[in-house]
T-cell receptor, first 116, second 115 residues
Framework: DSGVTQTPKHLITATGQRVTLRCSPR?????VYWYQQSLDQGLQFLIQ???????AKGNILERFSAQQFPDLHSELNLSSLELGDSALYFC???????????????FGPGTRLTVL | AQTVTQSQPEMSVQEAETVTLSCTYD???????LFWYKQPPSRQMILVIR??????QNATENRFSVNFQKAAKSFSLKISDSQLGDAAMYFC????????????FGGGTRVLVKP
């Protein structure tokens, strides 16, 4: 158990819908990362938040957005869902997550999203 | 942009034997980190081993060791005395030191362990 929790574990929805994935980082970790694992794209970085602020952005679609709240939990919002959005979405957290810092990222168990 | 390539989609090893997984990467940076992650059927991502680019000594964690060839941009993982529990997907990952902490992953290698 990494200490990172993600809810829900599984999500099945229809095209065009909107969903919210939730992540609670390890106690004391200020940085949260979101990754997408799909058959087509493999594992890719979406976005990083550090202490409530967006820190880095990867291949995140405009239909997707995220935020980190004052209690440091994060939510990933996916809207206008398409079949290709079906994937495993991971959240990871680290203590600091700033450039140059040698902080391991601890991964949550992931949320499996299926878009029908 | 940095890229990570794992050329072996699948590797099979007999229990108690040794298997080596290949990974190459492309970067113009001189200081960075390299990782191997294990993803068992449970889908959990588990850090196996980490290497810092400025350290010449290859990292070792119990039965797992790496061969880091910086000039060749190669980072292979050796699993010794393979166990049934080693069966999983293994991902090589790269992280720049100078600009944030995003991980760039390779496509993965599936390891099958035969009893």
């Amino acid at each position: 158990d990494s200490g990172v929790t993600q809810t829900p574990k599984h999500l099945i929805t229809a095209t065009g819908q909107r969903v919210t994935l939730r992540c609670s980082p390890r106690s004391g970790d200020l940085s949260v990362y979101w990754y997408q694992q799909s058959l087509d794209q493999g594992l890719q970085f979406l976005i990083q938040y550090y202490n409530g602020e967006e820190r880095a952005k990867g291949n995140i679609l405009e239909r997707f957005s995220a935020q980190q709240f004052p209690d440091l939990h994060s939510e990933l919002n996916l809207s206008s869902l398409e079949l290709g959005d079906s994937a495993l979405y991971f959240c990871a957290s680290s203590v600091v997550g700033l450039a140059g810092s040698n902080n391991e990222q601890f991964f949550g168990p992931g949320t499996r999203l299926t878009v029908l | 942009a940095q890229t990570v390539t794992q050329s072996q989609p699948e590797m099979s090893v007999q229990e108690a034997e040794t298997v080596t997984l290949s990974c190459t990467y492309d970067t113009s940076e001189s200081d960075y980190y390299l990782f191997w992650y294990k993803q068992p059927p449970s889908r959990q991502m588990i850090l196996v081993i980490r290497q810092e680019a400025y350290k010449q000594q290859n990292a070792t964690e119990n039965r797992f060791s790496v061969n880091f060839q910086k000039a060749a941009k190669s980072f292979s993982l050796k699993i010794s005395d393979s166990q049934l529990g080693d069966a999983a997907m293994y991902f090589c990952a790269y992280r720049r030191k100078a600009a944030g902490n995003k991980l760039t992953f390779g496509g993965g290698t599936r390891v099958l362990v035969k009893p």
